[in-house]
């Protein structure tokens, strides 16, 4: 048996699982900062980040760590995680998604080119599970990709 006024293992071990993974509040579940990807927090302004574009769909800010002159990244604020998990759902959305991609590289400045890159899970070289498109432009690009 435990004392009283101490803590079982196993409510701790719950409170953390708690404190890391999500907990309900009533009919609400309210999610900590391990399911929310950098994405959605740079959406929510919670990350600074240099916003180009958005609108009620989509979001595009500049890649922290560019692999061109200009990299930026273009998100839907709908939380897919990658074009696997998109469904027939998501039709429109992707179409807006990248015909904003391409509105975001012309006011970039991209006429000479440009490319659009969507990486998906491990083997695609995906770090962040929140779906997003590369636009890189600045200096000719090489194929096959690395
Ligand atoms: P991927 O490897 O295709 O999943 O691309 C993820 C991209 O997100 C990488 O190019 C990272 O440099 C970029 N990235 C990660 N964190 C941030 C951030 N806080 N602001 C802007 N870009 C980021």
């Given at each position: 048996?435990?004392?009283r ?5 196993a ?7 708690a ?10 579940v ?7 990807t ?5 959406i ?19 890649d922290v760590?560019?692999?061109?002159p ?10 897919v995680?990658?074009m ?9 959305l992707l179409?807006?998604l ?13 006429s000479?080119g440009y490319?659009?890159v969507?990486?998906?899970?491990q ?13 890189l ?10």
């Amino acid at each position: 048996m435990f004392e009283r006024g101490k803590t079982r293992p196993a409510v701790r071990l719950g409170g953390i699982i708690a404190l890391f993974s999500g907990f309900h509040l009533g009919a609400r579940v309210y999610y900590g900062p391990v399911q929310r990807t950098v994405f959605e927090r740079i959406i929510a302004r919670e990350i600074p980040s240099e916003i180009i574009y958005e609108d009620d769909r989509v979001a595009a800010f500049r890649d922290v760590h560019p692999q061109a002159p200009t990299h930026i990244l273009i998100v839907p604020k709908k939380p897919v995680a990658r074009m696997a998990e998109a469904g027939p759902e998501d039709e429109s959305l992707l179409g807006h998604l990248l015909l904003k991609a391409a509105q975001v590289a012309a006011q970039a400045g991209l006429s000479n080119g440009y490319r659009l890159v969507i990486n998906n899970g491990q083997d695609g070289g995906e770090s962040v599970p929140h779906l997003h498109c590369h636009i890189l432009g600045g200096r000719p690009m090489s194929w096959p990709p690395g």
